[in-house]
């Protein structure tokens, strides 16, 4: 390739983090990185902030490169194109001629736009025709894919004239014929926020015989919602089974409440939930995310951390209900307590029980999500104090996928919470991303806690949704209670 960039160093206060919160979900799980590459990477990310001259710069970065597995090389660099760090453009240099290099579409279109951004357009449209030119020649998909890609990341950035030249390169383009190459046709037509085109696209991926994604729907329909026109947003949520012969699964109920969560229609979303309780669809840990987050009431008390904030699953509602400065609107209220009747499933899957361990995994989810999660557990746990196993843990994590890695907002909820429950889980002095305490120590908090209130479910049939393990423990409890 051409020297994108000579080696520089910037600036120190050019070289600030600035996270953009729009990127591609493949560049993200690249960064997300895997063993102890994510250390790795902090040291390198230390030594460059200390480098004030080019040539030690340089040196830096080709010594990593050089050293380091290609799994840690790319995920430092995602890293870097995901922070907006102008040190990405050299970095993407020297990543271009270790011996392990294969081109990515992905990254040379953030490098791309990371160019343009930076005002080197120049150097930016050089790299853009190389990339077709050398490695792009034989297939006219893999073209399509690369302006698709180069659509996401120059959209992200705001610079939105250049990826709708994109778009116009792609139009004028033979016809697309693989199935990924017209997901990702749909993909950047949502972005710049063309969803009828997008829609068209979507009828011309299925009359050429390729079966969408509940995704592919789910992004138009966002798109429409975003657009102010909730009717055609609903038109597409009822053609996902008619068009797309798609089944009302996992994926699809996630798709559908990802359409009703970005554009907080809380009536909807609620009748969604309710739906796919009758139909027996447990809700996922995305849908979880979806939903909770959509809440703006729940998420401004769990940002604040003020004394108001809730301990308990009934005085989570109870305060949504009776906020003394701005009670949440009834809608919001009603999707709260629907979703803590009908998520059973989310909390059996992040917690597992043993003989040795019982342990909530809060990976993969937000701050809001892991909040009401956390009052759950501990709703659960005291259903099943009788029978603890030797130790009681919270796996939270140390910030490894954080917008800012190495500080876990998870960590730091969780720790905030289970503290003000008095609770004696502390972080384990061998791993700095899990809460730990042993069964005696839980069971006198346990038995501190006050008794809930009668009639406090958070749902009229939260009962009859308890999973059969807990009720049966909890039964068990109550009857050998009654024969001491």
């Known amino acids: 390739m051409p020297a994108v960039a000579s080696l520089w160093a910037p600036p120190a206060a050019a070289r600030r983090r600035r996270f953009s919160p729009v990127v591609s979900s493949s560049l993200r799980r690249v960064a997300s990185g895997g063993g102890s590459s994510w250390r790795s990477e902090r040291r390198l990310m230390s030594e460059l902030e200390r480098t004030v001259t080019a040539g030690a710069t340089e040196r830096v970065i080709r010594s990593y490169v050089g050293t380091k597995s290609e799994r840690a090389a790319l995920a430092a660099l995602s890293r870097l194109l995901m922070d907006s760090d102008p040190l990405a453009i050299p970095f993407y240099e020297a990543v271009t001629q270790a011996r392990w290099f294969k081109w990515s579409s992905i990254h040379a279109a953030a490098v791309a736009a990371l160019l343009e951004a930076n005002g080197r357009a120049g150097e930016s449209r050089s790299l853009i025709a190389d990339s077709v030119s050398q490695h792009l020649q034989q297939s006219t998909d893999e073209v399509a894919l690369f302006y698709c890609d180069l659509i996401a990341a120059f959209s992200s950035r705001g610079l939105k004239d250049r990826a709708t030249e994109f778009h116009m390169e792609l139009r004028s383009m033979p016809p697309l014929s693989g199935r990924k190459a017209y997901a990702a046709m749909v993909k950047s037509l949502c972005l710049l926020g063309m969803p009828a085109e997008a829609e068209a696209a979507l009828r011309e991926m299925v009359s050429r015989g390729h079966r ?182 919270v796996v939270c994590g140390v910030g490894k996928h954080s917008d800012v890695r190495g500080e876990s907002r998870v960590r730091e909820l969780a720790q905030e919470v289970l503290g003000r429950m008095g609770s004696p889980l502390k972080l384990s002095a061998r791993n700095r991303g899990r809460l730990v305490a042993k069964r005696d120590r839980v069971e006198q908090w346990l038995a501190s806690l006050p008794v809930p209130e009668d009639g406090t479910d958070p749902s009229p049939d939260a009962a009859n949704e308890e999973p059969f393990v807990f009720a049966l423990f909890r039964k068990l409890g109550q009857f050998f209670s009654n024969l001491m």
Not at 212 to 218: C, R
Not at 264 to 271: F, I, M, Q, V
Not at 368 to 392: K, S
């Open 212 to 393: 969408p994604e509940a995704a592919q729907f789910g992004a138009v329909a966002r798109c429409y919602g975003r657009a102010g026109s909730p009717a055609d947003m609903e038109r597409v949520i009822a053609s996902m089974a008619d068009a797309g012969g798609i089944r009302l699964g996992a994926g699809a109920a996630d798709a559908v409440l990802s359409c009703y969560s970005a554009c907080r229609d809380h009536a909807r979303t609620l009748a969604w939930l309710k739906r796919m309780r009758k139909l027996r669809v447990a809700v996922t840990a995305k849908g979880y995310n979806l939903v909770l987050n959509s809440c703006p009431s729940l998420a401004s008390v769990v940002r604040e951390l003020g004394p108001e904030l809730p301990l308990s699953t009934a005085g989570l509602v109870g305060w949504l209900r009776s906020a003394s400065t701005t009670p949440a609107p009834a809608a919001e209220v009603e999707v709260v307590r629907e979703l803590l009747a009908s998520s059973a499933s989310v909390l059996d899957r992040a917690m597992e029980w043993s003989e040795a361990e019982a342990k909530l995994n809060l990976h993969g989810f937000s701050t809001v999500a892991a909040y009401v999660l956390v009052l759950q557990w501990v709703d659960a746990v005291r259903g099943r104090a009788r029978a603890l196993p030797l130790e009681v843990s």
